[in-house]
């Protein structure tokens, strides 16, 4: 039978990309619902400053992000212009590691300091993202995965499943990486990536170090146009409503799911064939409830990582920094090591969303537009340490991402005959392009258990498959 009415919940990239995939395989007569509660984009949000957009948060996309260099083609998006700036590392007292403009002397600085580790480090981040970028290769022949476990699998076999139970600095560890290089380099890129220290699993750790170490770009005019472009391209019916819970029913032997919701008019309810749940399970993060389940869907383990970004537009301290002298200030991101009295991840001099060909980035002496990652809201005292004065101060706080170190098993991607969880990839690693490639997943996974096609999902042996297909 024809697909009719399917349901997304939420509207951020997981949401906006599952739309647009489960309209290119079931085909444009699939009549699509995207329940939102707060708005288009989810955590791609933007904050004004001088009447300036700036990415809020998830700003920057790696180079081999395939589904998202896509998006960007298909919605006529353009990359926004790089601006070139350096970064370095610090511990509270001093820089552990700069970067300097001439490419082969921070080589040679991180040789150096680090010997050989740097390379091993980068053979190891090579060999996972060499592995993960088969999922393109077998999403384009159609294949999809019913569980993570079982995706994992296909791309590195037991030792990829390993590598979400398993720490980063244990991995690194194994394969030769000093312990000097974990604290000083390793520690400091997770940090600004997921606010979270080395023992975050291998595999999420991966994915952040192949980030900092590859080029990245982000879209003019915010990431965020992503996801209401994708909508629109899908004409997608986007209702403003927060989802209370889901209801099980059957008709003609079918399932059929009752979506329940609030919206500013009160509570409404609808029918769907399917739905795909885009929004965090976590109990911490929703109280969802899903009814007449037999079995009971199980409660989703796990907590988020409360994280802060505080948007501060003023004059920087630099002599916090060992700068008493602004204007000799060479840095504009600064990442920062694992350090107990160190009360921020990171920090970043930020471009606006949309940079003219005149835009020039602001001088360190010169008031700009800083982000700080940090895990509490910044005091007083420590904006005043961190800046000589300030104009504005935006905070916006979120549980961004999973806290690795509390989770052991990976969440399901089927709670239901039709009815399917995304947000639970983000237990592997937390980025927007894992996000898009498990969109596509669940696309494929829905389509190919609607038409009964088995020999499409979980295959064994996909590499020799793949190449014999070719």
């Known amino acids: 039978p024809p697909l009719s009415p399917a349901a997304v919940v939420g509207a951020g990239l997981g949401g906006s990309a599952t739309a647009y995939f489960l309209q290119q395989h079931f085909g444009p007569q699939v009549q699509l619902d995207v329940y939102e509660a707060a708005g288009v984009g989810g955590r791609l949000a933007t904050v004004t400053v001088n009447k300036q957009q700036y990415e809020s948060r998830g700003a920057s996309i790696h180079a081999l992000s395939l589904h998202m260099q896509d998006f960007v083609k298909i919605l006529g998006l353009k990359h926004r212009r790089e601006v070139a700036g350096k970064s370095a590392i610090f511990s509270g007292e001093h820089f552990v590691l700069e970067e300097t403009d001439w490419y082969l002397l921070n080589l040679f600085r991180l040789w150096w300091h680090y010997g050989i580790s740097f390379l091993r480090l980068q053979m190891w981040v090579e060999e996972v993202m060499e592995k993960f970028m088969r999922i393109y290769k077998y999403q384009a022949h159609g294949y999809a995965f019913s569980s993570l476990e079982e995706l994992l699998r296909s791309l590195g076999g037991e030792a990829f499943v390993n590598m979400t139970q398993r720490s980063v600095a244990e991995s690194l560890l194994e394969v030769g990486v000093t312990q000097r290089f974990v604290d000083d380099v390793i520690a400091a890129v997770l940090r600004s990536s ?94 969802f409830t899903f009814e007449n389940f037999d079995p009971p869907i199980a409660d989703f383990p796990g907590a988020f990582q409360p994280s802060v970004t505080s948007v501060v537009h003023g004059y920087l301290n630099s002599s916090y920094f060992g700068f008493p002298d602004p204007k000799l200030f060479p840095f504009t991101s600064i990442l920062t090591t694992d350090t107990p009295d160190l009360f921020f991840h990171a920090m970043d001099n930020i471009c606006p969303v949309n940079i003219s060909a005149a835009f020039r980035r602001k001088q360190p002496q010169e008031a700009a537009v800083w982000r700080v990652l940090s895990q509490q809201p910044l005091d007083k005292q420590q904006l005043k340490t961190l800046f000589r004065s300030y104009y504005s101060v935006q905070v916006t706080e979120w549980p961004a991402y999973p806290r690795y170190d509390a989770a052991k098993a990976l969440p399901p991607i089927v709670l239901h005959e039709n009815l399917f969880y995304l947000s639970g990839v983000e237990w592997v690693a937390s980025s927007m392009e894992m996000v898009a490639v498990a969109a596509k997943n669940v696309a494929l996974l829905a389509y190919n258990r609607w038409h009964q096609d088995l020999e499409k999902i979980d295959q064994k042996d996909l590499m020799h498959k793949v190449k014999t297909e070719l």
């Open 194 to 287: 997921y606010g979270q220290s080395v023992l975050v699993p291998a595999f999420a750790g991966a994915m952040s170090l192949a980030g900092a170490q590859g080029s990245t770009w982000a879209v003019e005019g915010g990431n965020k146009l992503v996801c209401s472009g994708l909508l629109k391209l899908t004409k997608a019916n986007v209702i403003s409503a927060r989802v209370t819970g889901i209801s099980l029913h059957s008709s003609e032997g079918r399932a059929l799911y009752q979506v329940h919701y609030e919206s500013t008019e009160g509570q409404g309810s609808a029918f769907y064939d399917m739905v795909v749940v885009t929004t965090p399970l976590h109990p911490s993060r929703s109280n």
